[in-house]
């Protein structure tokens, strides 16, 4: 079956402007999570949803970022007035409940210039 | 504070011999390891896990090893290739149910030899 997918795979945008990720998690899988990575680094987690419950913001780095999750599958991440700090790669993984092996996607590579 | 960390950043190996990758944890409620493996360019592949039932899980080529007493995890490839180079992370998790997700060390680079 197919992975966990996420789109785009390479985003330039300019400071100050606003910018979606998106990430399509395996079906059927009911915790999802976002982190960033920035380079040479290791992960930092961002969010996390599980189910129907409250997501866990508690990485987000500031109230720039926020995240939503459709329907208990899509979601989407999203940083307002981006500044060159942000970027990074943004991963996004699912897993089939919360703590259980998470499998990511390939990443979407954020530059601000 | 607590956290999941790694004895060596870089790991030079020669093609053939075994590659051992250690990783530290300190919070000892944690219940549930797991290696990943990621490559240039792309997003961390699930190699292993293990719970904390058990001290030792192997898989191909890979074994994993759990030691409680002092909160120590390893990942031992055998027969490292050439394939084998990237960045190896472990992770743990923390929490219970639906509070429950994984914390993830820094990364251990892995650079196999020829």
């Known amino acids: 079956g197919a992975g966990v997918s996420q789109s785009p795979s390479n985003k330039v945008t300019e400071k100050g402007k606003d910018v979606e990720l998106r990430c399509d998690p395996i079906s059927g899988h009911t915790a999802l999570y976002w982190y960033r990575q920035s380079l040479g680094q290791g992960l930092e987690f961002l969010i996390y949803f599980q189910g129907n419950s409250a997501p866990d913001k508690s990485g987000l780095p500031s109230d720039r970022f926020s995240a939503e999750r459709t329907g208990g599958s899509v979601s989407t991440l999203t940083i307002q007035r981006t500044q060159q700090e942000d970027s990074a790669v943004y991963l996004c993984?699912?897993?089939?409940?919360?703590?259980?092996?998470?499998?990511f996607g390939p990443g979407t590579r954020l530059l601000v210039l | 504070g607590e956290s999941v960390g790694l004895h060596l950043p870089t790991l030079s190996v020669q093609e053939g011999d075994n590659s051992i990758i250690n990783c530290a944890y300190s919070?000892?409620?944690?219940?549930?390891f797991i290696w990943y493996k990621q490559e240039s360019g792309k997003g961390p592949q699930f190699i292993i896990d293990?719970?904390?039932?058990?001290d030792k899980r192997q898989g191909q080529r890979v074994t994993v090893l759990l030691n409680k007493t002092v909160k120590h995890l390893s990942l031992q490839i055998a027969a490292t290739q050439p394939g084998d180079s990237a960045v190896y992370f472990c992770?743990?998790?923390?929490?219970?149910?639906?509070?429950?997700?994984?914390?993830f060390g820094t990364g251990t680079r892995l650079q196999v030899t020829l």
């Open positions: 293990i719970r904390s039932n058990m």
């Open positions: 993984a699912s897993s089939i409940l919360a703590g259980e092996t998470q499998y």
């Open positions: 992770a743990e998790n923390r929490g219970t149910g639906t509070a429950s997700k994984l914390t």
């Open positions: 919070n000892s409620a944690s219940d549930y």
